[in-house]
């Protein structure tokens, strides 16, 4: 067996861990779960594993999905506040923003969906802090289609 920090068997090391992370569980406070807003069709359809994130503003972002519900609601990009007011940014209907929205450096949101755009196979939006929506890039399928990521932001400012 293999010696560890300080000389200890490997073993012993593990067990040390072990116990300190029982401790600081047995110490950590209780936490509380707190539904913030909830969807019901009206305000938007299938939140799914889309991502929320945090804005400069303190709300948070993110999208739904329409497609599992067969469209019968609306995709939307919403903003939730810490109070738990829910509205919608911008809604993108029959288009699937599948992955989340990102916020850029530039304050602006952006994102993807799977279905729209000139072709229909999906496309890139930007949503501006007013709520002003652009299709920034269309896909053809000949460049790909029905993007299902989510997008980044490079320390070069590329998203």
């Known amino acids: 067996m293999g010696r560890g920090a300080k000389g200890f068997p490997e073993r012993d090391i593990n067990k040390l861990y072990l116990s300190m992370l029982c401790v600081v569980a047995l110490s950590a406070d209780a936490q509380t779960f707190t539904t913030l807003a909830q969807f019901d069709g009206t305000n938007g359809g299938y939140v799914g594993y889309n991502p929320l994130i945090q804005g400069e503003d303190g709300n948070f972002y993110g999208a739904t999905s329409g ?93």
Not at 71 to 100: E, I
Not at 119 to 144: A, E, K, N, Q, W
Request: glycine share 16%; hydrophobic share 30%; net charge negative.
């Open 67 to 159: 497609y599992y519900v067969h469209f019968k609601f609306p995709g939307t990009v919403f903003k939730v506040a810490p109070s738990g007011t829910l509205t919608t940014v911008q809604s993108l209907r029959n288009s699937d923003p599948y992955a989340g929205v990102l916020q850029a450096a530039d304050g602006n949101l952006y994102g993807t969906t799977v279905y729209a755009g000139s072709h229909g196979d999906g496309r890139i939006f930007g949503i501006v802090p007013d709520g002003t929506l652009s299709t920034l890039f269309s896909f053809t399928g000949h460049d790909g289609s029905n993007p299902e990521g989510q997008l980044i932001q490079t320390s070069s400012g590329t998203i």
